[in-house]
């Protein structure tokens, strides 16, 4: 099995340009997570689909924030624009019917400058 | 709500020392628990779990107990080695929802 697995691994934008983060779910999972990390913070909850579905968007942080999942094989966060404080690690993790453990990928490191 | 509290690191160690990370959780219903853990510049890693009181997950020598009745999931481990240097997050899992984290706990062993 591949994993999960997020694309860019590393992105470096300018402030105010869009950013798109994609990941694609170990096959057969219907749940699927993005999660931010920063030293500040550490590891907080962005948005939680199930079965394509977003169930749980309290997380995200902002309108300038969104995601979607327009099948179970992929799914996208967006920021636009992009500000500096939002340079964190995010990672994508995806869980299968019935489990509570979830499985995450390698994350993508953004860094806005 | 449900949150999990773990030791701050970091914490240092010696080869061969004994390791103990604490973690207590604060949960309605009965929660799944979880280990993971994240080398530097990857994800998180699944390193153990434990679904109901009294169980013992273990994997790769490390070892953490369900105990209801303190609501505690220590993580411990014999004798570490400097490959076991990384951040140990402690984890709370209930059905229908994302995993809810404590903030991590940074470890370094030296030779």
């Known amino acids: 099995d591949a994993g999960v697995i997020q694309s860019p691994r590393h992105e470096v934008t300018e402030m105010g340009q869009e950013v798109t983060l994609r990941c694609k779910p170990i096959s057969g999972h219907n749940s699927l997570f993005w999660y931010r990390q920063t030293m500040m913070r550490g590891l907080e909850l962005l948005i939680y689909f199930n079965n394509n579905v977003p169930i749980d968007d309290s997380g995200m942080p902002e309108d300038r924030f969104s995601a979607k999942m327009p099948n179970a094989s992929f799914s996208t966060l967006k920021i636009q624009p992009s500000e500096p404080r939002d340079s964190a690690v995010y990672f994508c993790?995806?869980?299968?019917?019935?489990?509570?453990?979830?499985?995450f990928g390698q994350g993508t490191r953004l860094t806005v400058v | 709500g449900d949150s999990v509290t773990q030791m701050e690191g970091p914490v240092t160690l010696s080869e061969e020392a004994f390791l103990t990370i604490n973690c207590t959780y604060t949960a309605t219903g009965y929660p799944s628990l979880f280990w993971y853990v994240q080398y530097p510049g990857e994800g998180l890693q699944l390193l153990l779990k434990?679904?109901?009181?009294?169980d013992k997950g273990s994997n790769k020598g490390f070892e953490a107990t369900y105990r209801k009745e303190t609501t505690s999931f220590h993580l411990e481990k014999g004798s570490v080695q400097v490959s076991d240097s990384a951040v140990y997050f402690c984890a709370l899992g209930q059905a229908g929802t994302a995993l809810i984290f404590g903030k991590g706990t940074t470890l370094s062993v030296s030779s």
């Open positions: 434990a679904t109901k009181a009294d």
């Open positions: 993790a995806s869980s299968p019917t019935g489990a509570r453990e979830a499985f």
